[in-house]
């Protein structure tokens, strides 16, 4: 599982370094009203990320 998200997270490291905003920029020629929650993201994947951790790791 942690080779997983690891594998994931280092993905996501090396396409902002090379890429840069890439989901910016699709964003705004697929849905350019929505490009405002691209600022909320990270609070978005928290929310998640404790949502998920609450769902599988309740003991």
Known sequence: MLD???SVVWS???VKL???NLEKVMR??????AVWILDF??????VF???????????
Not at 28 to 33: K, T, Y
Not at 41 to 46: D, E, G, H, Y
């Open 18 to 20: 090379f890429i840069g």
């Open 49 to 59: 990320a404790a949502l998920l951790r609450l769902l599988l790791f309740n003991s």
């Open 12 to 14: 996501f490291v090396v």
């Open 28 to 33: 705004a020629v697929i849905a350019p009203q």
């Open 4 to 6: 997983v998200f690891a």
């Open 41 to 46: 993201r990270w609070l978005l994947v928290l």
